[in-house]
């Protein structure tokens, strides 16, 4: 899907049609999005010029990294939350299909709030910490994921500095990048070993999606 099909994805008819999510997951989405907007008065979750356009530019990119995860992952970690994306819409998806916890990073505590206040209203199970990602305290929380998702965090070799330590051998990160995804990823093989593809993004046709499995710092061992 390139951005122009992106755009029929305009509606919460729309995306359930697209992602084929039941009556409930679509009911829960909604309420997200009427408490994005409620809050978006007094919290800057989003860009202004993108709230009209939720269920494709947010919803939709957000809920497009499911199929690129491992069968049966339990144990799931969103860097940066901020207004929840792609994090707590996955986290609402993976409710819906009864499979999978999801733990949401976010050092600001009014974002952490508003996560905490869309799980309470979904009835969607999900850890929230209000803390820094490089908290050591944090990573011995959590300890190995399955699958570590982001988006518009930082600069791939930034982000791989703070999803590491919460890499195992097994883990799989799925990164929304943008044009410049090849390049980043290039600038991470100086200081890490991994695997890389590159998929495109369903959602805006500059964009891709960077999959890192068995990530490495290049000076261990």
């Keep these: 899907m390139t951005r122009d099909r992106a755009a029929a994805i305009g509606s919460a008819e ?3 049609g697209y992602f084929s999510v ?16 409620q809050w978006q008065r007094t919290i800057n979750l989003v860009a202004p010029s993108t709230l009209h356009d939720v269920w494709g530019r947010h919803f ?7 199929a690129l995860a491992p069968p049966g992952a339990r144990r799931w970690l969103d860097l940066g939350s901020g207004a929840g994306f792609p994090g707590l819409v996955l986290a609402i998806l993976l409710a819906g299909r009864g499979e999978g916890r999801m733990a949401l ?4 505590t009014r974002k952490a709030a508003f996560l905490a206040e869309v799980a309470r209203q979904t009835g969607v199970t999900v850890d929230i910490y209000a803390e820094r990602i490089e908290k050591g305290a944090t990573q011995a929380k959590l300890g190995p994921i399955d699958v570590i998702t982001a988006r518009a965090l930082a600069p791939l070799p930034r982000l791989l500095d703070l999803a590491a330590p919460y890499f195992s051998q097994a883990t799989v990160g799925l990164f929304l990048k943008g044009r410049e995804a090849q390049g980043e990823v290039e600038l991470a093989q ?17 964009g891709r999606i960077v999959v ?10």
Excluded: V
């Design 14 to 16: 729309d995306f359930a």
């Design 22 to 37: 039941s009556r409930e997951t679509l009911s829960r989405l909604m309420a997200y999005a009427a408490l994005l907007e």
């Design 60 to 66: 939709a990119d957000s809920a497009q990294l499911l």
């Design 105 to 108: 990073i976010e050092s600001d």
């Design 190 to 206: 100086r200081c890490w070993d991994f695997e890389a593809a590159l998929h495109p993004s369903l959602t805006d046709s500059d």
């Design 212 to 221: 890192i499995r068995a990530l490495k710092s290049k000076t261990e061992g």
